[in-house]
């Protein structure tokens, strides 16, 4: 299923939203419970913090904002299992970004295999997509200061 993310709305999800991946995150199958925080003082950055006995913080991007022709092929039985479809409600997307330790403004993200979230459930998984060739594992991330 080929999906384009909305670059005018850029997925405006809730200050704090719990979302479960239940089948983890890759290489992380037991990290399943996360809070989404958004932060106007972190954008374009969001904050996903993990809901269990290690308090891990992971930091993630709106794919639209890095890259304004992001496109997305989502494997049917991904789409399938996260009850999304190209015609129904945009489901949210990120990107886990790396950010330097040293120089916050110098960060990359993980563009082939983005967290595909169903807003309506919660429920998330990060996917491999179709396409991945198509993009980098370490897209350079242009972090300006908040407008």
């Known amino acids: 299923m080929k999906l384009q993310t909305p670059n005018e709305s850029h997925q405006p999800v809730a200050e704090k939203a719990e979302v479960t991946f239940p089948s983890g995150l890759i290489g992380l199958p037991n990290l399943t419970r996360f809070q989404l925080i958004v932060d ?8 996903l913090r993990h809901l269990g006995e290690e308090e891990l913080d992971y930091m993630a991007v709106d794919p639209s904002i890095v890259l304004k022709t992001y496109s997305m092929v989502i494997p049917d039985a991904d789409a399938e ?39 309506q459930t919660g429920v998330g998984k990060q996917i491999l997509l179709e396409n991945c060739s198509s993009y980098a594992v370490d897209h350079e991330l242009d972090l300006q200061e908040n407008p």
């Open 40 to 47: 106007p003082k972190l954008y374009p950055l969001v904050v």
């Open 81 to 119: 299992e996260l009850g999304i479809s190209p015609d129904g409600e945009c489901p949210i997307i990120l990107n886990i970004a790396i950010v330097h330790p040293t120089n916050p403004k110098k960060a990359t993200a993980n563009l082939q295999s983005p967290l595909i979230i169903n807003r």
